[in-house]
């Protein structure tokens, strides 16, 4: 019987921080399992998969409902990036887990923990990034290279990417009892360099896409 379990379950949001969305969680998933995996029969027998060794040693597999995908290695080890939401691993995990079975390839006692949550948020408030940049310690802000602010958090480790406009993401989170800590302590930082809110402009900078 497949039957998979997140490791250390995430507390939920509190009002306080109601606004923040969480836009990727990233995931690995174990299972009690000694041989290698026949990724090239996975492949031929699977839909939404794609697989070239010659360039990548991981077969590539994707789900429709919950939306996901899956890095799957022969050692069958998996990432599982594109959820939003910690309960759905479990749901894409059993879809993935009984397909790969039907082919053949027996898995058991899959195991899924939580590496990162990418989370976006916005405060409201414009912020003077050159003046943060100077006064805060463990900060990278290169305007012409790009927009934001970065800050780095070293208890609990976080990074914060940070707007003018006061939007923000932050990553390198690994649950949300965390994520409650990090947000707290970087909204009490970030606040003394508030600008007027009169100057306070809504653009969405945060649109770009970021890579860390």
């Known amino acids: 019987m497949i039957n998979a379990k997140i490791v250390k379950k995430d507390l939920n949001l509190n009002n306080k921080f109601s606004e923040l969305k969480v836009n990727n969680i990233v995931s690995t998933v174990t299972f009690d399992i000694s041989e290698k995996i026949d990724l090239l029969k996975i492949y031929n027998n699977i839909e939404n998969t794609e697989y070239n060794p010659e360039k990548f040693p991981g077969l590539i597999l994707r789900t429709k409902i919950p939306k996901a995908t899956f890095l799957i290695f022969s050692s069958a080890k998996m990432i599982l990036t594109g959820l939003k939401d910690e309960t759905d691993a479990i749901k894409a995990v059993n879809i993935v887990t009984k397909k790969i079975e039907k082919v053949g390839i027996n898995l058991q006692n899959p195991e899924i923990k939580i590496r990162n949550l990418v989370v976006s948020g916005n405060l409201h408030n414009s912020i003077n990034l050159n003046k943060a940049a100077i006064e805060l310690d463990t900060t990278m802000y290169e305007p012409e290279v790009f927009p934001a602010l970065i800050y780095y958090m070293k208890n609990p480790v976080a990074v914060f990417l ?32 508030y600008t007027k809110n009169d100057d306070y402009i809504d653009m969405d900078d945060s649109n770009n896409e970021i890579f860390i």
């Open 162 to 193: 940070v707007f003018s406009n006061g939007k923000f993401i932050c990553t390198k989170i690994k649950n949300r009892e965390e994520l409650r800590d990090a947000v707290s302590k970087f909204t009490s930082i970030i606040e003394n360099y």
